[in-house]
């Protein structure tokens, strides 16, 4: 097995075209931990878990986070942030900090808060990775009560989850975006961990109708697919966040690859793995040759347009499992390699400012609505130490 992973980083260095700036720098994975450790420490010096505030995005040109309320879609991310952290330092004080944010989302289990599909990101990335770590009974709790809300989106006409339940008028009457994609992990767990059946079944009814319905031929998402209420068809393909209804935003992609790698996992169905290997064969191959995609791959001018490291590192942690779910050995290195070629870029000087407490810069939030454009985001560093960590259990089972 460690000649096997030893063969894998060989071929990265001889086999590919790109990593051409990566090979520049030096790769030390424990290095880049404790590079997250630090920057964590500057966070929890800067904002206070009294008031229950996450820490949510540093635009350009700010120094500090700006925080938000635990309604906001991103609340779980920093909470799972700390808890990767603590599983890699054993720090009892990181320990404390991880468990005061967690237990600050218990009121979105409340029935009178009306969530939307982030209910999955908010519970999973927080409660999940509490419950992993600690086995606190009350935290399994919290995952199967956020299951069974994100389930009661579900309609059965169309097959699909309502992923924004407060946008409904002519032009949209049912909404099914691309993100709800990553949701359906809270509910395959649910279903393992003593929820109902009913929540696999929801969930594979979903990626199977977004797998038909929100794809263009070439594999590239559409962001939205809005549906029929009445009889359920499927109406058309738009975006909200991408330069066009027809374009390949960056984010959604990524989205699209780790959904269908987690859906693969979960269900081991062929269909979902091939469907991965298109969705991200696409990706890999609009790259540029640093790895890191700008926003949307269809933006004008595109040179000129800001990077999306969010979509790398969200698409880094994919391509690591993705890589050991593969049954093709040649899909499996190709995946491996170029997931450690993102990490390593991302790694570099040039997505760190050390006088920012984030772990990355030059994440793209919402380029038509004009913010987080070339920023720090919690949800690009949460993917980026999750890969990281993933990468690090790799060489640990390879020894
Ligand atoms: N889930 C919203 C986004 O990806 O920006």
Not at 188 to 200: E, K, M, P, Q, T
Not at 210 to 219: A, I, L, Q
Not at 274 to 301: G, S
Not at 305 to 328: G, R, V
Request: with cysteine; glycine share 4%; charged share 25%.
């Amino acid at each position: 097995m460690k000649l096997k992973l030893s063969l894998l980083l060989l071929s990265i260095n001889f086999g590919l075209k790109t990593c051409v700036f990566a090979d520049t720098i030096d790769f030390n994975i424990d290095k880049q931990l404790d590079y997250c450790d630090v920057q964590i420490k500057k966070t929890l010096k800067s904002i206070s878990s009294d008031s229950c505030l996450m820490p949510r995005s540093i635009e350009p040109n700010q120094k500090n986070w700006n925080t938000v309320d635990i309604y906001d879609w991103t609340s779980g991310f920093w909470p799972g942030i700390l808890w990767y952290d603590y599983e890699e330092t054993h720090n009892k004080s990181i320990e404390v900090k991880a468990t005061e944010y967690t237990e600050c989302l218990f009121p979105l289990l409340s029935y009178e808060h009306k969530n939307d599909h982030d209910i999955g990101f908010q519970i999973f990335c927080s409660f999940g990775n509490a419950y992993r770590l600690t086995k606190n009974n009350a935290y399994k709790k919290a995952i199967l009560i956020g299951a069974n809300k994100l389930a009661s989106l579900y309609n059965p006409k169309v097959g699909t989850i309502l992923s924004w339940p407060w946008i409904k008028n002519k032009a949209w009457p049912y909404n099914t975006i691309m993100d709800n994609m990553m949701n359906l992990e809270i509910l395959f767990w649910a279903a393992r961990n003593g929820g109902s059946h009913d929540l696999y079944d929801i969930a594979v009814s979903h990626a199977t109708v977004t797998m038909k319905n929100s794809f263009r031929k070439d594999g590239g998402n559409y962001h939205v697919a809005v549906y029929d209420t009445i009889d359920g068809h499927f109406i058309k393909g738009v975006t909200n966040q991408g330069y066009s209804d027809n374009s390949l935003w960056a984010r959604g992609q990524a989205w699209a690859i780790y959904g269908y790698t987690m859906v693969y996992r979960e269900t081991r169905d062929k269909v979902f793995l091939r469907f991965a290997e298109k969705v991200t064969n696409l990706y890999l191959r609009r790259l540029p040759a640093d790895y890191i995609p700008y926003w949307d791959f269809d933006a004008p001018d595109l040179l000129k347009q800001p990077k999306d490291a969010s979509a790398a590192a969200i698409t880094a942690a994919a391509l690591l499992e993705l890589s050991t779910l593969e049954d093709n050995a040649r899909l499996a290195k190709k995946y491996f390699n170029a997931s450690i070629c993102m990490l390593k870029e991302l790694s570099s000087k040039r997505y760190r400012d050390k006088g920012k407490p984030s772990f990355l810069l030059h994440s793209t939030g919402n380029y038509p609505a004009k913010y987080e454009i070339d920023a720090s985001i919690n949800y690009a560093d949460y993917y980026y130490i999750q890969a990281l960590l993933r990468y690090k259990e790799m060489l640990k089972r390879s020894e």
